[in-house]
């Protein structure tokens, strides 16, 4: 939940400037307070404060260290034990003020520890369960000849829960010790001068392109541009292979955008096209996995779910067998007394570190005979590491908080396998799949004019909508996804209530609360459903209700009761309908996305939410 950046050099450089800036690229992660300690002279200079990092910096130049220091640890929170105060900001210190430690995880016994540290004597500053780790690196520091790494093992052999952390020693200005479990670390390496480590590749990305993954319970010694693995627990030697990332910098920057959410959205298209080359190989596999499996689990969190609901409707179609949706949150309470065998679990996850997802399928793998599917746009991320398949989505790193390109990228995937499915079975004619493969081809083409073209009709919906409050967000069979999903981005971004529901269902409670000029948005691409819709949409129109719609190109009947109308330049046919949450799901995004600029809120940093939610 929060980010983790930290430097070690042999260069005449600002290591300050450097985590300052790495530091900020994980802002992402959770921005209630920031820190940064440096090793000078056997001393340790620690400067933290509460706030995002551009406020604290008006207030304490974080950045500014001796040019003599040759390390420095740099923290980003997203507070969970603790408020955010300044002393629970990280970077924490033992009693001696010669161990500091920034950590990522939970530990879940440090009340016990705690307890037992302070009966030894040991003085705590904060509230934070990451306080205990330096305390319990002091402790065995007298044992181990104050050697770091090797007391830094014996504390976690104490220590229960999760976490990616890195610590340095006064006293020993050669080296940082990093540990990882179930949290993502990552190392960046300029060989013989500079190492870095961190939370994800893109806060070292402008530095250096050359990365190791680490996996859970390893531990590394960083030094001046070295480092070496060794296995938690044995204590072995680790050969671990340099990977070399491909991703630009800029997609790792903000390029021209006044905001990473807006720059994510124009990236829809780009990396609907990275995704469409998926080997066909792999595809074909999963169709044969998914194909002779019994029951079928998908299971997510937030838009990930919703990604879900509409790739399961999509599959379903194809395959013909009901898949069960389950919030992984819920996954075992809902399944404790009716997980079935021969079953495979399809997990969605951007990040692949929420930490519900992760054990949502280790609870079940442990249960039956499962096999794991995992789709995610990261490598190496934690969910990888418990699955049976992986398959990548090429969304590219996303920083924006709210999920725009990785969620049209997970649909695409499911839709991919969908079709390969079709393929297998054959319940459709060669020409058949061509036309939907087509459908599916074009969708980074419709979504780029769609975003060309569009942006002042957003804007002047928006200004229609600048004092609503509350909001329906309206549709019936797939479109519901793209109902949840939409409302959903306005919901975190915008500050608005939203209501994102089955517009058949909506009739039996949430119609009481419509009146004059009370804001729908109906999602109604031409399909099966719309009929139908027609009715729901004069339901809640003879209501007083200010009708939005969201249509195909040439539609006219529901464009015809509405008050505003927004077209997505897509043919109105089958193949292109069920495909309908990737291309109609950024134009709810760009609404989301400029109603938070209305409000004069920053869509890159929705109040108390995270990109990656590794707790419970
Ligand atoms: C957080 C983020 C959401 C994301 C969800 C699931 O709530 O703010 O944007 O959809 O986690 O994350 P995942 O990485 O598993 O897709």
Not at 99 to 105: D, E
Not at 474 to 487: D, Q, V
């Amino acid at each position: 939940m929060c980010g983790i950046f930290g430097i070690i050099t042999n260069q005449d450089i600002s290591v300050g400037k450097i985590v300052f800036e790495g530091i900020r690229r994980l802002e992402y992660r959770g921005y209630d307070s920031c820190g940064i300690v440096s090793l000078t002279d056997s001393q340790l200079i620690v400067k933290k404060d509460s706030g995002k990092i551009d406020d604290i910096q008006k207030r304490i130049d974080l950045s500014d260290f001796p040019l003599s220091s040759k390390i420095a640890l740099a923290h980003t929170r997203w507070a969970t034990h603790g408020p955010p105060t300044k002393e629970n900001s990280h970077p924490h210190l033992d009693c001696t003020s010669k161990i500091a430690v920034v950590h990522n995880g939970i530990i879940d016994n440090f009340i016990e520890l705690r307890e037992e540290l302070s009966s030894n004597g040991h003085v705590f500053k904060s509230d934070t369960d990451t306080e205990v780790i330096p305390h319990l690196i002091e402790e065995f520091m007298k044992q181990n000849n104050n050697d770091l790494k090797g007391s830094l093992r014996e504390a976690l052999k104490k220590i229960k829960g999760s976490y990616a952390l890195a610590a340095c020693y006064a006293e020993d200005p050669e080296s940082i010790i990093v540990a990882r479990k179930e949290s993502p670390l990552v190392i960046g390496i300029e060989e013989g001068k500079t190492t870095y480590c961190a939370s994800d590749i893109p806060a070292f990305l402008p530095l250096t392109r050359s990365c190791y993954i680490m996996n859970d319970n390893e531990i590394a010694v960083l030094k001046s541009g070295e480092v070496e693995f060794f296995d938690r627990k044995t204590g072995q030697f680790i050969e671990k292979e340099l990977q070399l990332i491909e991703w630009s910098i800029d997609a790792a920057e903000k390029g021209g955008y006044d905001h990473f959410m807006l720059k994510e959205i124009y990236e829809d298209p780009m990396a609907l096209m990275r995704t469409m080359k998926i080997s066909q190989r792999e595809l074909s596999l999963l169709a044969h996995m998914l194909w002779s499996a019994d029951n079928i689990y998908i299971t997510a969190a937030g838009t990930s779910f919703y990604a879900s609901l509409a790739g399961k409707f999509i599959i379903t179609k194809f395959l013909g067998k009901y898949i069960h949706a389950i919030e992984c949150s819920e996954f075992k309470n809902q399944l404790e007394n009716s997980l079935k065998d021969n079953a495979i679990i399809i997990a969605l996850s951007q990040s692949g570190e929420t930490i519900d997802t992760i054990e949502a399928i280790r609870w079940a793998k442990k249960k039956k005979n499962i096999k794991i599917i995992t789709v995610t746009n990261v490598v190496g991320s934690s969910l990888t590491r418990y699955s049976d398949k992986v398959i990548v989505t090429q969304a590219g790193p996303e920083i924006g908080v709210a999920a725009t390109k990785t969620y049209v990228t997970q649909v695409l995937t499911l839709a991919l396998i969908a079709l390969e499915i079709a393929k297998l079975r054959r319940i459709e004619t060669p020409e058949e799949i061509e036309k939907y493969y087509n459908a599916l081809k074009s969708t980074p083409q419709i979504i780029e004019k769609f975003l060309n073209e569009n942006v002042e009709l957003i804007n002047e919906i928006v200004k229609t909508l600048e004092k609503s409050v509350n909001f329906f967000f309206l549709a019936r069979g797939i479109s519901i996804a793209t109902a949840k999903e939409g409302g959903l981005k306005l919901k975190e971004v915008a500050c608005r209530f939203i209501e994102g529901y089955s517009a058949a269902h909506a009739k039996h409670g949430p119609i009481s609360l419509v009146r004059e000029g009370f804001p729908i948005i109906f999602v109604a691409p031409p399909d099966e459903t719309y009929q139908r819709l027609i009715g729901n949409v004069m339901e809640f129109k003879s209501r007083g209700g200010k009708i939005i719609s969201l249509v195909a190109e040439d539609d006219t009947k529901i464009a015809n009761l509405s008050d505003m109308v927004i077209r997505i330049p897509q043919p109105s046919d089958k193949y292109h309908n069920i495909f309908s949450p990737i291309t109609f799901t950024p134009a709810l995004q760009l609404l989301a996305y400029y109603a938070s600029i209305s409000s004069n809120l920053d869509p890159d940093k929705p109040l108390n939410l995270s990109k990656t939610v590794t707790v419970h």
